[in-house]
């Protein structure tokens, strides 16, 4: 029998593309941590054939079946009714879970309504599994040697569930091998590039190691992941192979697994009690929305200046009239005035400034959408560098922002 995992996921919201299906994502993320395979996730409609299927399907190869969805009150949810004919079940009153539907609601100051009583009613042959933050509890079931665990669809409640009961129970019985896993980030090199610089590296991995690039806007991530019988061996081995890549594109990673730019950057400005300001064009204000989303960032930033305008420019951060004319607002003399003046202007240590033409319209044959300079003034002058992102808007946006924070970044090591 295999140990994989399947994970289905109940609603038509999902398929729609009204909700994203976050709970996957979630328990993937989390059972995979933990060295446990997933087989397959699937979607499916609030049917009663649908989720039939699903569970069929899913029998026949898989060791664990994860559900989440459909045990709301209503009648769209029809997962309890479906989980009876499956396992040849009756729905009986839990006491204990009609109390703490009745304490739940008494707490928030409502009536127990005879829907929010249905909750109460699960089948008589599953294992209840409590839920503290919600009113649906999870049931458990096994059949024919595969377990399956079905669950509410709010996150919060599932979430619950899982590292409760379901992550500890699981792991115990599908006792996976050991499992070393570490996300090297990286920005300011293409996957194909990046791929054909750490060819070498990648061809000499051991064995029982694997390599991934998750490339997105401005940076690739690369998960180095390892499935062995000793966990400590793994490690020293994975921390081996990190201190090669490092050796072979050093300044290109930025960091590793959940880190950030604006984290990285905040700590390199507060280290070295340096402030900075920023003075955004078309990233109206990312940046400096990114950076003050880090707690104590009121200790090494300032402030910002979002000149969307050539009058703001002007007046503001007082950009040459005529430099604005000859050269544009998207050019290396005015995105340099743009750095240097917001410095002086707020007496910062070091200064951002992007402009660019974000899309989808206002490209030029010499300037077209995706066209961003990025300027930083600091202690040792000025410099500035113009990139050509894309033709897509939110990501050109996404893109400068990074890299302004990257430029900040190298400047700073």
Same mark, same amino acid.
């Given at each position: 029998m295999s140990k994989h995992i399947d994970i289905i996921s109940i609603g038509d919201e999902l398929l729609i593309g009204q909700v994203i299906n976050s709970n996957a994502t979630w328990m993937g993320q989390k059972l995979s941590s933990l060295g446990m395979k997933i087989n397959r996730m699937e979607a499916v409609a609030d049917t009663r054939d649908a989720i039939t299927n699903a569970l069929e399907n899913a029998a026949r190869n898989a060791r664990v079946v994860l559900v989440t969805g459909g045990l709301g009150p209503t009648k769209d949810d029809l997962t309890k009714e479906v989980v009876c004919d499956f396992f040849d079940s009756n729905l009986v009153l839990d006491e204990n879970v009609r109390r703490h539907v009745e304490i739940f609601f008494e707490k928030?100051?409502?009536?127990?309504?005879k829907l929010n009583f249905w909750q109460a009613m699960v089948p008589d042959n599953c294992q209840v599994i409590p839920n503290a933050v919600g009113t649906a509890p999870g049931m458990h079931f096994e059949k024919d040697n595969v377990h399956y665990l079905f669950m509410p669809g709010v996150p919060m409640e599932m979430k619950h569930i899982m590292e409760s009961w379901a992550l500890p129970f699981f792991k115990e019985l599908c006792q996976p091998e050991a499992f070393v896993q570490k996300t090297v980030l990286t920005h300011g090199m293409g996957e194909s590039f990046l791929a054909d610089k750490i060819e070498g590296w990648e061809s000499e991995l051991p064995e029982k190691f694997s390599l991934a690039y998750l490339p997105s806007p401005g940076r690739v991530r690369l998960r180095i992941s390892a499935r062995g019988d000793d966990e400590q061996d793994l490690q020293r081995e994975l921390d081996n192979q990190i201190e090669k890549l490092h050796a072979e594109i050093g300044l290109l990673i930025y960091g590793y697994d959940d880190d950030t730019l604006e984290e990285l950057v905040g700590k390199?400005?507060?280290?070295?009690?340096?402030?900075?300001?920023?003075?955004?064009?078309? @990233?109206?204000?990312?940046? &400096?929305?990114?950076?003050?989303?880090?707690? %104590?960032?009121?200790?090494?930033? *300032?402030?910002?200046?979002?000149?969307?305008?050539?009058?703001i420019k002007e007046q503001i951060l007082s950009v040459r009239f005529e430099d604005l004319e000859k050269y544009g607002a998207v050019?290396?003399?005015?995105?340099?005035?743009?750095?240097?003046?917001?410095?002086?202007?707020?007496? @910062?240590?070091?200064?951002? &400034?992007?402009?660019?033409?974000?899309?989808? %319209?206002?490209?030029?044959?010499? *300037?077209?959408?995706?066209t961003v300079w990025i300027s930083i003034a600091g202690p040792q002058g000025s410099k500035a560098q113009k990139f050509l992102f894309g033709g897509e808007r939110v990501r050109n946006i996404d893109w400068a922002y990074q890299t302004a924070l990257n430029m900040l970044r190298l400047e700073l090591l």
């Open positions: 928030r100051g409502f009536d127990l309504t390199l400005l507060l280290k070295n009690n340096l402030s900075l300001s920023t003075a955004e064009s078309c @990233t109206g204000g990312m940046i &400096a929305q990114k950076i003050t989303s880090i707690a %104590g960032s009121s200790q090494y930033f *300032k402030g910002s200046v979002v000149a969307y305008s050539n009058e050019s290396e003399v005015v995105v340099l005035q743009m750095a240097e003046n917001m410095r002086n202007m707020y007496s @910062t240590d070091y200064a951002l &400034a992007v402009s660019g033409i974000a899309g989808p %319209g206002g490209g030029t044959p010499e *300037k077209p959408v995706g």
